[in-house]
């Protein structure tokens, strides 16, 4: 048997709420599509969940950002309906990039500045 068949239903519906409401006022994750943005509620290693009622049907390359900052970019797929929510399974997440990757080998660290001797 599964944890949820041992939690009585009123308790459910009160980690649900909390866990709402924890949501709210917790990281700003989102994924954007096109000029709409979707708020994610829950994100781990294996991928992300977006609630249901406004689940757009993703599929392949997106960027996920916390606030205006992007922190991940991911191939993902529609994985399962779990409860109120659709879950995302990344086929591949990465950072985001600093700078543009180069096509040789840098020897020496780049100088951060340059110091006059006077």
């Known amino acids: 048997m599964t944890e949820a068949a041992y939690i009585s239903p009123e308790i459910r519906m009160g980690l649900e709420a909390a866990r709402k ?3 709210r006022h917790g990281r700003r ?23 249901l009622d406004v689940a757009p049907k993703l599929r392949g390359h997106i960027e996920i950002h916390e606030g205006p900052r992007v922190i991940r970019t991911a191939l993902i797929v529609a994985a399962e309906v ?12 990465t950072a985001p990039r600093n700078e543009a990757p180069v096509d ?15």
Do not use: T
Request: glycine share 6%; net charge negative; charged share 30%.
């Open 21 to 23: 409401a924890a949501h």
């Open 29 to 51: 994750l989102r994924v954007q599509v096109g000029d709409i943005w979707y708020p994610i509620r829950s994100m781990d290693d294996d991928g992300i969940e977006i609630a």
């Open 104 to 118: 040789y080998v840098r020897l020496l660290p780049a100088s951060a500045g340059l110091i006059e001797v006077q």
């Open 82 to 93: 779990r409860d109120d929510v659709m879950r995302y399974a990344f086929k591949r997440a």
